[in-house]
């Protein structure tokens, strides 16, 4: 059964940076995009990030361009998310997903994604 890697807990302080990675599937890395979601307690899963499966195009939340990059690695099968200049309200558990469905409006919808990974707290102390 497939799966993505991600997990654990990350704690940072305003203004700090974290990278998170996200796994996937030897065989099948170059056939999915990979966007990054979050949720915060009491809230609604969030879109954060996605890249397309060739790395093409990038797409990101207004709340986290120019402070977010999502980036992949062929060569280790790995979805990264650079975390820059965080806030307190960047504070949730962050999620990896895959997607068959590539275009802007499809990668910003999370019902749109087949495989999750278990998810990365993040918290952001100030």
């Known amino acids: 059964q497939e799966h993505l890697g991600e997990s654990g807990e990350r704690l940072v302080q305003v203004g700090g940076s974290l990278r998170l990675s996200c796994v996937a599937p030897?065989?099948?890395?170059?056939?999915?995009?990979v966007g990054w979601f979050r949720q915060a307690p009491g809230k609604e899963r969030e879109f954060v990030a996605a890249i397309t499966r060739n790395g093409g195009n990038s797409y990101y939340s207004d709340s986290v361009k120019g402070r977010f990059t999502v980036s992949r690695d062929t060569a280790k099968y790995t979805v990264y998310l650079q975390m820059d200049s965080l806030y307190p309200e960047d504070t949730a558990k962050y999620y990896c997903g895959r997607s068959a469905q590539g275009n802007s409006a499809t990668l910003r919808n999370w019902k749109t994604y087949s495989l999750w990974g278990q998810g990365t707290q993040v918290t952001v102390s100030s």
């Open positions: 030897e065989r099948t890395f170059a056939a999915y995009h």
